[in-house]
């Protein structure tokens, strides 16, 4: 079984930057390499929702809110995939995720927003 972890999150300031990093466990790291690989979002009380998408084969697919502020990224070296966020927003506070292959996912990592 694959296991995905985020790490990154953190206290973050309107306007501010922050990257997360999404690796699997190191019997499975290929599969961050090879998967589609998605990060999603859930505040309390919503829905998950998807922020950013890898394919397979480097097709990248940004929700809404996401175009034009956050870059999703892999790295085949690393064995990670990144989501960068800029311009950080009130409503970008909450925990992100990493799934792969739609079916592995992680614990969550929090992004915290200071004021």
């Known amino acids: 079984q694959v296991h995905v972890q985020e790490s990154g999150g953190g206290l973050v300031q309107p306007g501010g930057s922050l990257i997360l990093s999404c690796a699997a466990s190191e019997a499975s790291e290929s599969i961050v390499s090879d998967a589609a690989i998605g990060w999603y979002r859930q505040a309390p009380g919503k829905q998950r929702e998807l922020v950013a998408l890898?394919?397979?084969?480097?097709?990248?697919d940004y929700a809404d809110f996401a175009q034009g502020r956050f870059i999703i990224s892999r790295d085949n070296v690393e064995k990670r995939v990144y989501l960068m966020m800029n311009d950080l927003l009130v409503e970008d506070a909450t925990v992100y995720y990493c799934v792969a292959s739609g079916i592995d996912w992680g614990q969550g990592t929090q992004v915290t927003g200071s004021s």
């Open positions: 890898v394919s397979r084969l480097g097709r990248h």
